[in-house]
């Protein structure tokens, strides 16, 4: 079963992507996960990578999708995963068509006074990389890991300059697959507008979407 969570940056898809792998035991690609990998490595790729990402602009999509059709390839991948944070554009869907079959959609949606909220108040954990949320998830000690106690800090591609970009870019670029997905019918919508502390509902919801297309 091949699955992709679809949705604006801050609804979630991350967590709901985690819990949805970790009950169909299949694995969780994030491509935004992939990307902070190859940065890590601190070849002059990444430095280029990290440089999109920081202004909240997409990573071109050949590039992109030479990097996903790598990862589906891995031994682990065979009976199917769920992909987070790809396709974003209508070239990377047309792209991944060719690759593999998608099973089915989920369109993540919230209110977007709820995803700027999200958004903004995002910290990170220098040492460790845990993340935080200022209200949704605050750390015990401000401005301290609970983890490692390393400093919290807030991501470049976290500021409210590129939350604002990335939120255009989404809108521009990724919103229209919500119509390509649709017509090929294999789109299901969850309300992604209440808090984590629901998300096992949301779970549940969306493997009932996922189950009742078997
Ligand atoms: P995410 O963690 O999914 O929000 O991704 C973080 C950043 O990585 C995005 O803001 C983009 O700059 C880049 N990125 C992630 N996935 C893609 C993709 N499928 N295509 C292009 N850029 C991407």
């Given at each position: 079963m091949n699955i992709i969570l679809l949705g604006?940056?801050?609804?979630g898809k991350g967590t709901y992507a985690e819990r949805i792998s970790e009950k169909l035991e299949i694995p969780h690609i994030s491509t935004g996960d992939l990307l902070r990998d190859i940065i890590k490595k601190g070849t002059k790729e990444g430095q280029n990578i990290k440089k999109i990402i920081d202004k909240g602009d997409l990573i071109p999509d050949e590039l992109m999708m030479g990097i996903v059709k790598k990862k589906i390839q891995?031994?682990?991948?065979k009976n199917g995963f769920l992909l987070e944070?790809?396709?974003?554009t209508l070239p990377q869907a047309e792209s991944l068509k060719k690759m593999i079959k998608v099973d089915k959609v989920l369109n993540y949606v919230a209110d977007e006074k709820i995803i700027l909220g999200r958004l903004g108040g995002r910290l990170t954990c220098k040492k460790c990389g845990d993340t935080y949320h200022v209200k949704n998830k605050p750390p015990?000690?401000?401005?301290?890991?609970?983890?490692?106690e390393g400093e919290l800090y807030t991501r470049k591609d976290q500021t409210e300059e590129a939350i604002k970009e990335r939120l255009k870019v989404y809108h521009e670029k990724t919103e229209p697959l919500i119509e390509y997905y649709e017509k090929e019918g294999i789109l299901a919508e969850i309300d992604a507008?209440?808090?984590?502390?629901?998300i096992d509902l949301m779970i549940g919801e969306s493997l009932d979407v996922i189950e009742g297309e078997e």
């Open positions: 604006s940056p801050g609804v891995e031994d682990d991948c944070g790809v396709p974003r015990k000690k401000e401005g301290i890991c609970d983890e490692c507008n209440r808090n984590f502390a629901q």
